[in-house]
């Protein structure tokens, strides 16, 4: 399985901006919730093809999911891309038992 996440500044941009707003917005928190459980669905989904359990791959999506968004901030206060080895050492560490 191959999990891609390209660092965007500009999409790392949107993205903050989007969540800051949420949460003072109710109706962008109620969206930014739905548009979160869909990118979920999709990563629990992936880990279910590998034959994970389905609360197993729940909770392994949502700590990819943190790592994400943390890196995403990460990198809008100056840190250094993730490389593709870290990357591929994340998507190990989702996959291993």
């Known amino acids: ?13 949107i993205e903050t901006s989007i969540r800051v707003w949420a949460g003072s917005d109710e109706i962008a928190s109620e969206v930014v919730a ?3 459980q869909r990118r979920l669905d999709y990563v629990i989904a992936l ?11 729940k909770r ?14 990460w990198r809008l206060a ?5 490389t593709t080895h870290e990357f ?9 038992d």
Request: hydrophobic share 40%.
């Open 60 to 73: 392994r999506a949502a700590m990819f999911y943190r790592v994400i968004i943390g890196d995403t901030t």
């Open 88 to 96: 591929d050492d994340l998507t190990a560490l989702l996959l291993s």
């Open 34 to 36: 739905r548009v979160d």
């Open 1 to 13: 399985m191959r999990i891609s996440c390209t660092p965007d500044a500009l999409g790392d941009a």
């Open 47 to 57: 880990l279910g093809r590998t034959g994970m359990r389905k609360a197993q791959a």
């Open 78 to 82: 100056g840190g250094p891309e993730h």
